[in-house]
């Protein structure tokens, strides 16, 4: 018996293997206020582990008058951070 599943380009194919590792998998919607609950509860647990792989997005919408202003504020923040400042405005 073998298993076929069809990923997109960005996923990374699975094969489970039996006794072999495993992999926790979660996608959601966050409020602001439990952001920091989800850190503290869930990923400071996982974060001396070299497999921990966090990714984010997110988006906002604001007043057309204010977009360019908080477009270079948020690529100058994520540069501080040391993370990639590719933000898009539409």
């Not at 073998?2 to 006794?19: F, G, L």
């Given at each position: ?6 990923t ?8 489970e293997?039996p006794?072999?590792?495993?992999t ?6 966050i ?12 990923f ?44 898009s405005?539409?």
């Amino acid at each position: 018996m073998a298993e076929v599943r069809v990923t997109t380009k960005d996923e990374e194919p699975e094969i489970e293997v039996p006794n072999g590792p495993r992999t926790i998998r979660w996608s959601g919607t966050i409020p602001p206020q439990k952001w920091m609950l989800l850190y503290t509860k869930i990923f400071s647990k996982y974060s001396t582990s070299p497999d921990l792989k966090l990714e984010v997005s997110f988006v906002l919408r604001i007043d057309h008058d204010q977009a360019d202003a908080k477009l270079s504020e948020t690529k100058r923040r994520l540069r501080e951070l040391g993370l990639d400042d590719g933000v898009s405005i539409r």
